[in-house]
């Protein structure tokens, strides 16, 4: 038992903010950037939100191994899908593929088992953009208006989104609020930060829209107070 809980211990895990956001016009998908491994921050330059193929975008939180491979798999499994069939699968097919990979990663007998949540998002060939949320477990839920998963920026994020989001809101709109909770998470959520990562889903494609680093700046309290009084 007491090599088991050593093992858990010494997973690399990441604390993260994932989000996704349904516009009038398409999708939003943004993340952080920081891997924390216990209490140390291991990484500030991890992407957890990327293009997967030509349709589709992933935002990953959990761990670090299983968010750097579980879309490698998707991708690869979607292409497959498409040779066989001569058609592109849709967002729903490539959410319920995630769905059974997740839910049997966690379920399978391993040592360590699958852990890791998932928002996936992209557009069909009829142009329509759709988000879906897939949790560790492997639960799906179609996604009508935002979520933040099960990342550990989660609950500084969601309150904000409730009290922000507008149905019906335009994606730029959707980019400038995805930008607000990630820098609000970062200012809470000590799992979160180091940088802000941005796509948009519309029926023009996916592009990044975003892409930031956030830097710590130091400040001297006696200049601060001299530009107050100025001011």
Known sequence: ???????????????????????????????????TMGHV?????????FQVNDYIV?????????????????????????????SR???KQAASLLNNISYNGIRQPSMIPQQAGFLIGGFNEDGSAELYSVEAAGSVSHVTDYDANQGS?????????????KPGMSVKEGVELAVEAIKSSTQRDTGSGHGIDVFTITKSGIQKVIDQEILPEYRDKEKVKVVAEKK
């Open 153 to 165: 920026g989660m609950p500084y994020v969601i309150g904000l989104l409730e009290r922000q989001y």
């Open 1 to 35: 038992m007491e090599m088991d809980a050593e093992l858990k211990n010494s997973i690399l895990k990441t604390g993260t903010t994932i989000l996704g956001i349904v516009c009038r016009d398409g999708v939003v998908m943004a993340a952080d950037r920081q891997i």
């Open 58 to 86: 992933m935002a990953g939180c959990g761990i670090a191994g299983d968010i750097q491979r579980v879309p490698k798999f998707i991708s690869a499994e979607l292409k497959l899908k498409e040779l066989r069939s001569k």
């Open 89 to 91: 699968p849709t967002v």
């Open 41 to 49: 921050v291991y990484r500030k330059d991890e992407r957890k939100v």
